[in-house]
């Protein structure tokens, strides 16, 4: 069992950073692929990005390629989101995933857990 909570959400200009921490629980952290997905009003939650268990393996939705950063730290059990370069279609609840399999990460059906999820709102 794991449980994940998010922090870092808030309200940022177009063109503006934020950085997303989403803590773990329990001492099994390591052995999980990390991601975030979001969700938009009215749209279906979609994939961000996913780590591997060691940090040394990451990938990426198209739409954030090149401007958001996921990255790990297995000693402090957080997984973490830079997101620069934002933009007001990015404004969603964001929410950290947890699950076993890197290569199908990006399918919300191979999740096994869901954090609680924090706001991020760009404003143009």
């Known amino acids: 069992q794991v449980q994940l909570v998010e922090s870092g959400g808030g309200l940022v200009q177009a063109g503006g950073s934020l950085r997303l921490s989403c803590a773990a629980s329990?001492?099994?952290?390591?052995?999980?692929?990390m991601g975030w997905f979001r969700q938009a009003p009215g749209k279906e939650r979609e994939f961000v990005a996913a780590?591997?268990?060691?940090?040394?393996?990451?990938y990426y939705a198209q739409s954030v390629k090149g401007r958001f950063t996921i990255s790990r730290d297995n000693a402090k059990n957080t997984v973490y989101l830079q997101m620069n370069s934002l933009k007001p279609e990015d404004t969603a609840v964001y929410y950290c995933?947890?699950?076993?399999?890197?290569?199908?990460?990006?399918?919300?059906?191979?999740?096994?857990?869901w954090g609680q999820g924090t706001q991020v709102t760009v404003s143009s």
């Open positions: 995933a947890a699950g076993a399999t890197f290569s199908s990460f990006s399918a919300r059906t191979n999740v096994d857990y």
């Open positions: 329990g001492r099994t952290f390591s052995s999980y692929v």
């Open positions: 780590i591997s268990r060691s940090g040394t393996s990451t």
